[in-house]
Nanobody, 116 residues
Framework: QVQLVESGGGLVQPGGSLRLSCAAS????????MAWFRQAPEKQREFVARIIRGGSANYADSVKGRFTISSDNAKNTVYLQMNSLKPEDTAVYYC??????????WGQGTQVTVSS
């Protein structure tokens, strides 16, 4: 099973930016897609962004125009650039490796806190 390691989380003020990274133990597109999810305290895990083999991307409505998912295939790494951060973006962010069979591998998560 693929191993995923997220990094880049931290504390940032509203309006600030962070870039999350997800390093994978194999080619990120040996599967179907890479994605980011997040989970706030006492909330369900929710979809944030996905980049599909071939390069297309999609986003949750709540982050459109603010977040950008990208990949560096040579480095087996996926990124999530987060701009104009809001307090409601506070959550643990998880990297996901998705297969065409519907299986998902998860990273350990990285905490993002947006607060004044």
């Amino acid at each position: 099973q693929v191993q995923l390691v997220e990094s880049g989380g931290g504390l940032v003020q509203p309006g600030g930016s962070l870039r999350l990274s997800c390093a994978a133990s194999r080619s990120i597109f040996s599967g179907y897609a890479m994605a980011w999810f997040r989970q706030a305290p006492e909330k369900q895990r929710e979809f944030v962004a996905r980049i599909i083999r071939g390069g297309s991307a999609n986003y949750a409505d709540s982050v459109k125009g603010r977040f950008t998912i990208s990949s560096d295939n040579a480095k087996n790494t996926v990124y999530l650039q987060m701009n104009s951060l809001k307090p409601e973006d506070t959550a643990v962010y998880y990297c996901a490796y998705e297969t065409t069979l519907g299986r998902t591998s998860w990273g350990q998560g990285t905490q993002v806190t947006v607060s004044s």
